[in-house]
């Protein structure tokens, strides 16, 4: 079975980079024909996703983030990684990890704040 599991900080400052990781068992982020996202939750609102790479490497990204996010991996580690850029309060959400389409990671929570 595929266990996704996100890390990173819990706590954000105005301005920062958030970089946040998923780590993946029981499957290879390589494995065609899979791909891997991130989503995020703010409170009170709806899922929202941010980002996505494929098994071969190609990424995706929401149009309304784009300019502020990055994804990327690390197949050694079967790894990957997003990154948003000049984070504001209003980026403070849970962030999901997902294999498009069934599996999820618990979620991480992130706050953005001075």
């Known amino acids: 079975q595929v266990q996704l599991q996100e890390s990173g900080p819990g706590l954000v400052k105005p301005s920062q980079t958030l970089s946040l990781t998923c780590t993946v068992s029981?499957?290879?982020?390589?494995?065609?024909?899979?791909?891997w996202s991130w989503i995020r939750q703010a409170p009170g609102k709806g899922l929202e996703w941010m980002a996505l790479?494929?098994?071969?490497?190609?990424?995706y990204y929401s149009p309304s983030l784009k300019s502020r996010t990055s994804i990327s991996r690390d197949t050694s580690k079967n790894q990957f990684t997003l990154q948003l850029s000049s984070v504001t309060p209003g980026d403070t959400a849970v962030y999901y990890c997902?294999?498009?389409?069934?599996?999820w990671g618990q979620g991480t929570q992130v706050t953005v704040s001075s």
């Open positions: 997902s294999r498009w389409g069934d599996y």
């Open positions: 029981g499957g290879s982020i390589t494995t065609s024909y899979y791909a």
């Open positions: 790479i494929t098994y071969d490497g190609k990424t």
